[in-house]
């Protein structure tokens, strides 16, 4: 037992450690922003699934022999796949949606190993029963150590490790779990055929549930109830992490609480220390639901992120406790353990897709979290008939139906904050809005917004709209550097589309190059705003990850390199590194200016920038655009071999001290560290 129990939790552990070690190795090749992250989520819950589904065919199908000599031999062809080490030609070389080539590039590099380590569990936990042991207690087990590996990573692994060593560290650790679960399937080869043992019940079986939930109500678990029942809260967590990350706080790191709480309920349930008692944890859920979708509609609320976080955590706990309570108390046999994890998967994969690959494709808008909150509301109200007694099962009814309300009336407001905007277009990217403000006014404007953050804005007015404004105005430090430039055609690069904002700075002969990579970025800009149309000099855009663009193209002596690119209020990690900064120096002019945008309300930035400049020799100054009121505007770091093109008396006049960290390594390509920059 402690063998088996110790390779569950070390498989668990690897299966869960994998994941953001994987993130962070492709996320920088896709653009670097959250939706890499959720595509790969549904592709480990789908390879999840696909492992379910081996362990539950091989116990089903084949003799105990035969299940270990399978498992061992695929254990040992998959020992040939490490060291991890995705191919680097996955990199897209084209504008196409990056959806099926981060799963075809996950299939293909960790998909194998990953498949063996979601089936170690199941398969580890069949083979116990058929000693006559109980096995629910290591589910509750796996998933703890699948929590551990979640904490791990941020807090422990990566500020420590660099991503070569991670490699290496993983891979090394997953060599010694397939030797131990190697070990356990040739005994299990030796022992052969185990006769049928009765299991003793009270040995790690969670208690049964109670009061009110008649003996058979649910033929222990119908399979489509299963898969529901894990459908929802999967659906609920991507949908929660993805609402919190857009439309409360675009912060990194925000999507750990909730994937905490979620692993937290399987331990909580499986464990088997909690009695599970229906009508109390549907009542809780409901109230989740209706709290959910009240937030949603309080103005007050906006931006307020330690209060949405505890609503909104809250809310997912409690309906993932009900849900899984659920699942706990009407799990099958022990005979029919593989299908039932099976199914489980099943459930976290399709609640996963919907939300995090079908939704973006056909809502216009992102309604996903109060579509999945009524769908919430509808599952309690199913759950309320096998309740048993005609009061509890009018009030469950009454309660789920509310749920569904408040949800439609969540989506209704959402809906009539956003009719009226010119535009609203959804891709992977996220959702962008096209909105209008002070209209009928000589201060009329329109702005592009990426989930709450705006990505730039125009006055309309004619004799306005060529107005440099924003984090672009005559008064930021971009600016400045840019009028800093001796007279003549210049050439400047600028990382990051939106409105195309910066144009209004180009004049006649200057030649201004964009890089973006959502290709619904350019149809706006062009379609809404004029900065493009208006300039008089020449305009290039170039579509794709920019610094893919730029480390294929031959240097481009810019004048000027603005990287202005933002997910949400987030600058994609791979812009930083040391590695994107020479790719940049490769593009300047001999006394070019990199200008780095690092306005940010969750990130401390600038002090990594200075580390950079000093690690390759560069000057480097912090420029801060304050209004009248003090408030800042936009904060940009310039970045030059010359240091005297950084002495302008315009661009001085607006330096501020960077809190300097000597302490603090470079960021490199294997090297980030995430925490040490939180504000």
């Known amino acids: 037992m402690v063998v088996i129990a110790a390779a569950v939790f070390l498989g668990a552990f690897l299966l869960f450690l994998v994941q953001p070690l994987i993130g962070r190795i492709i996320v920088p090749w896709f653009g670097g922003g959250a939706p890499v992250w959720t595509a790969s989520l549904v592709f480990f819950q789908t390879a999840l699934l696909a492992g379910y589904g081996y362990s539950a065919f091989v116990v089903r199908r084949l003799p105990p022999r035969g299940q270990a000599a399978l498992h061992l031999v695929l254990l040992?062809?998959?020992?040939?796949?490490?060291?991890?080490?995705?191919?680097?030609?996955?990199?897209?070389?084209?504008?196409?949606?990056p959806a099926p080539r981060i799963l075809a590039l996950l299939a293909t590099s960790i998909g194998p190993t990953y498949l063996l380590l979601a089936a170690g569990g199941p398969l580890l936990q069949a083979w116990l029963a058929r000693r006559g042991r109980v096995p629910w207690r290591l589910f509750a087990l796996s998933n703890l150590a699948?929590?551990?590996?979640?904490?791990?990573?941020?807090?422990?692994?990566?500020?420590?490790?660099?991503?070569?060593?991670?490699?290496?560290?993983?891979?090394?650790?997953?060599?010694?779990?397939?030797?131990?679960?190697?070990?356990?399937?040739?005994?299990?080869?030796?022992?052969?055929?185990?006769?049928?043992?009765?299991?003793a019940a009270g040995d790690g079986d969670p208690p049964p549930a109670t009061a009110d939930d008649p003996p058979g109500d649910d033929e222990d678990g119908a399979p489509w109830l299963w898969i529901v029942l894990a459908a929802v809260p999967s659906a609920l967590l991507i949908a929660v992490s993805e609402y919190l990350t857009r439309d409360v706080a675009p912060m990194p790191l925000l999507w750990?609480?909730?994937?905490?709480?979620?692993?937290?309920?399987?331990?909580?349930?499986?464990?088997?220390?909690?009695?599970?008692?229906?009508?109390?944890?549907?009542?809780?859920?409901?109230?989740?639901?209706?709290?959910?979708?009240?937030?949603?509609?309080?103005?007050?609320?906006?931006?307020?992120?330690?209060?949405?976080?505890?609503?909104?955590?809250?809310?997912?706990?409690?309906?993932?406790?009900?849900?899984?309570?659920?699942?706990?108390?009407?799990?099958?046999?022990?005979?029919?353990?593989?299908?039932?994890?099976?199914?489980?998967?099943?459930?976290?994969?399709?609640?996963?897709?919907?939300?995090?690959?079908?939704?973006?494709?056909?809502?216009?808008?992102?309604?996903?979290?109060?579509?999945?909150?009524?769908?919430?509301?509808?599952?309690?109200?199913?759950?309320s008939v096998s309740l048993g007694h005609l009061w509890l099962i009018i009030a469950g009814s009454a309660l789920g139906s509310g749920a569904i309300a408040f949800a439609g009336w969540a989506g209704w407001q959402r809906y009539d904050n956003t009719?009226?905007?010119?535009?609203?277009?959804?891709?992977?990217?996220?959702?962008?809005?096209?909105?209008?403000?002070?209209?009928?006014?000589?201060?009329?404007?329109?702005?592009?917004?990426?989930?709450?953050?705006?990505?730039?804005?125009?006055?309309?007015?004619?004799?306005?709209?060529?107005?440099?404004?924003?984090?672009?105005?005559?008064?930021?430090?971009v600016a400045r550097a840019l009028h800093a430039l001796p007279a003549g055609p210049h050439r400047v690069g600028i990382v990051g589309l939106g409105t195309g904002g910066l144009a209004a700075h180009c004049r006649a002969g200057d030649t201004y190059r964009f890089y973006d990579i959502n290709p619904a970025v350019?149809?706006?800009?062009?379609?809404?705003?004029?900065?493009?149309?208006?300039?008089?000099?020449?305009?290039?855009?170039?579509?794709?990850?920019?610094?893919?663009?730029?480390?294929?193209?031959?240097?481009?002596?810019?004048?000027?390199?603005?990287?202005d690119a933002f997910s949400g209020d987030a600058v994609p990690l791979h812009l930083l590194t040391l590695e994107a900064i020479d790719v940049y120096l490769k593009h300047l002019a001999p006394g070019g200016v990199l200008a780095m945008h690092v306005s940010n309300k969750f990130l401390d930035l600038p002090p990594v920038l200075e580390r950079a400049a000093q690690a390759r020799g560069l000057a480097v100054v912090l420029t801060r655009d304050l209004d009248t009121n003090g408030s800042i505007i936009s904060d940009w770091v310039l970045l030059s071999r010359n240091a005297s093109v950084l002495d302008s008396p315009s661009v001085r006049s607006i330096a501020v001290p960077i809190a300097t960290r000597p302490e603090w390594r470079p960021w490199t390509d294997d090297h980030v560290d995430l925490l040490q920059v939180l504000n």
């Not at 663009?549 to 000027?560: H, K």
């Open 76 to 97: 040992a062809a998959s020992l040939l796949t490490i060291p991890l080490a995705p191919d680097p030609s996955w990199k897209p070389t084209d504008t196409a949606m």
């Open 146 to 199: 699948s929590l551990a590996a979640l904490l791990a990573y941020p807090f422990l692994v990566e500020p420590w490790l660099g991503l070569t060593v991670q490699r290496w560290v993983w891979s090394l650790a997953y060599a010694a779990y397939a030797v131990l679960v190697a070990s356990l399937a040739w005994q299990a080869w030796r022992e052969g055929p185990a006769p049928a043992v009765a299991i």
């Open 256 to 383: 750990i609480p909730p994937l905490v709480l979620y692993l937290a309920t399987f331990v909580i349930w499986f464990d088997g220390n909690l009695p599970y008692y229906r009508p109390m944890w549907l009542a809780a859920a409901g109230m989740a639901i209706i709290a959910m979708a009240l937030a949603m509609t309080a103005h007050s609320l906006t931006y307020k992120l330690v209060p949405n976080l505890l609503i909104y955590c809250t809310g997912l706990f409690l309906v993932t406790l009900f849900c899984h309570g659920d699942l706990m108390a009407l799990r099958p046999p022990p005979s029919r353990l593989g299908g039932y994890y099976l199914c489980i998967a099943a459930g976290g994969a399709i609640g996963g897709a919907v939300v995090g690959l079908l939704f973006p494709l056909v809502l216009p808008n992102a309604f996903d979290l109060e579509i999945v909150l009524a769908v919430s509301g509808a599952l309690l109200i199913l759950r």
């Open 419 to 477: 009719r009226d905007d010119l535009a609203i277009t959804r891709n992977f990217y996220g959702t962008l809005r096209v909105m209008e403000g002070n209209e009928d006014t000589p201060d009329a404007y329109r702005e592009l917004v990426h989930g709450t953050i705006a990505h730039g804005f125009q006055m309309t007015a004619p004799d306005k709209r060529r107005w440099a404004v924003g984090y672009y105005r005559n008064e930021s430090g």
């Open 522 to 563: 350019e149809v706006l800009a062009r379609k809404y705003f004029t900065f493009l149309a208006d300039a008089p000099g020449k305009i290039d855009i170039v579509m794709g990850d920019a610094r893919l663009s730029l480390e294929r193209e031959a240097p481009q002596n810019y004048d000027v390199l603005a990287v």
